[in-house]
């Protein structure tokens, strides 16, 4: 039961109270999450939409987000359509409607991982995420969740997507076109010539939080990028891919939309 | 807290963990529907600060000092919003009870777009579920709200 509700005018300010409240607070973005479904031993919720981590800004190497933009501000900034095959705005595209993304943030959906299209698109892409811990700090997405345990508390307070020219695609299965998916699949590729320089095959929804597959992205190093080496990493990502059962899905199920929506994005991204 | 709900200013002590659903209904504004109180439905959709949300997972006490729409705002007692006619004349409302959210989800649809495609319509209303019209005609009373909209705009 949440008791307390504290607006804070800054990140410092905000970082200070949930250090000396603790576990029983939270931060909160837009809080489509948090007003539904507090955790039962929260009873403070800290609103950051005070705390000016507003405004989308680009520069020659990356577009960095600040952690309260909503998800349908990032679709109205016309810069993020033309990096990475547009896929962030495919992503969002598909993300709940209208109604949720005029009020959801992509800090909220950053720092709780799970349940999220905007997180596996975010760790195809080489996406770094910004945070305060009592001094700013940066870090890639990737290594951001791979450390999350056992972290002192942090203000996630943006996001930064490199803009260098990789490719990238994104597909979701779900039973209605507005549900959380059954199984979601990011990919992002850059090349060197016709040859793959990195790939990273993200999978989520499985249903824990998205991980990148190792193994499957590192069949298509060096080779070059064609029907063969897209089936092999789909097949390598059906074969590694760590999933478990829950009311949406079975593990089986997982399994194989894996392999489907591997080689799907991968072939959109063939040139 | 302070807020304004329909040119209205509102002082109300708000509850930590109320939503904006049950504290616009609180103060009487019954037009906002509690549907599935869960984020789905889109029945209590309200404007603020002009964009459109979904009430029922939206902080009562983030709303503070914030400019809220709700349907009760859109007309006045004897004259109906072009959007809420078209609703009518085009046979958009059965039962009612998605309508007013729908009404919202359309007002700021047609606020940023004078002639929406009906692919920009149907997905401004993509989050209003309807158990009873099949989408089909509210889809149209928007693309007639829209045209007159635009007449009335141009004189």
């Known amino acids: ?80 359509a033309t990096v990475w095959s547009g896929v962030v705005h495919t992503m969002l595209r598909r ?139 789909a097949r390598v990502a059906r074969d590694t891919v760590d999933v478990r059962s829950d009311p949406r899905g079975s593990a089986d199920y997982r399994r194989h939309l894996t392999e489907v929506l591997v080689r799907r994005c991968l072939s959109e991204i063939a040139p | 807290m302070n807020l304004t709900v329909n040119g209205v200013a509102f002082d109300v002590d708000v509850e930590p963990s109320e939503t904006l659903l049950h504290l616009l209904r609180r103060v009487g504004l019954k037009g906002v529907k509690n549907g599935c109180d869960n984020g789905d439905c889109g029945a209590c959709a309200v404007l603020i600060d002009g964009r459109a949300v979904t009430s029922c997972d939206y902080p009562a006490p983030a709303a503070a000092d914030t400019n809220i729409l709700t349907v009760e705002g859109l007309g006045t007692e004897g004259e109906l919003h072009p959007i809420q006619a078209a609703f ?25 777009v004078q002639e929406p495609s009906d692919d920009e319509i149907r997905e401004a209303l993509r989050g209003n579920l309807c158990r009873c019209t099949g989408y089909v005609k509210p889809v149209e009373a928007v693309r007639i709200a829209a045209a007159r909209l635009r007449e009335a705009a141009g004189g």
């Open chain 1, 95 to 233: 993300v709940a409607s209208p109604l949720h993304r005029n009020a959801a943030s992509i800090g909220g959906h950053l720092a709780r991982g799970r349940l999220s299209d905007v997180v596996p698109v975010m760790l195809a892409i080489d996406a770094s995420v910004r945070f305060y811990d009592g001094a700013p700090q940066q870090m890639p997405l990737g290594e951001f969740y791979a450390t999350r345990r056992n972290r002192r508390p942090l203000v996630v307070t943006g996001v930064e997507i490199p803009v260098d020219g990789g490719r990238a695609a994104f597909r979701k299965f779900a039973r209605t076109t507005y549900d959380l998916a059954i199984l979601n699949v990011a990919c992002g590729v850059r090349f060197d010539g016709s040859v793959v320089s990195s790939a990273r095959i993200v999978v989520g929804e499985r249903p824990s939080l998205a991980v990148e597959l190792g193994d499957a992205s590192g069949t298509l190093i060096g080779r070059p990028f064609d029907e063969d080496s897209i089936g092999q990493a």
């Open chain 2, 88 to 112: 009518l004349d085009a046979g958009g409302v059965q039962c009612g009870f998605c309508t007013p959210g729908m009404m919202i989800s359309a007002y700021e649809l047609l606020g940023r």
């Open chain 1, 1 to 80: 039961m949440i008791t307390e509700y504290i607006r804070s005018d800054s990140v410092e300010e905000a970082y200070g109270l949930l250090t000396s409240v603790g576990s029983r607070a939270r931060l909160m973005g837009g809080g489509t999450d948090l007003s539904l479904h507090p955790p039962a031993d929260v009873d403070t919720l800290i609103d950051l939409s005070g705390a000016s981590l507003g405004g989308i800004t680009r520069d020659d190497n990356a577009i960095a987000i600040g952690a309260t933009v909503t998800l349908t501000e990032m679709l109205e900034y016309e810069p993020l």
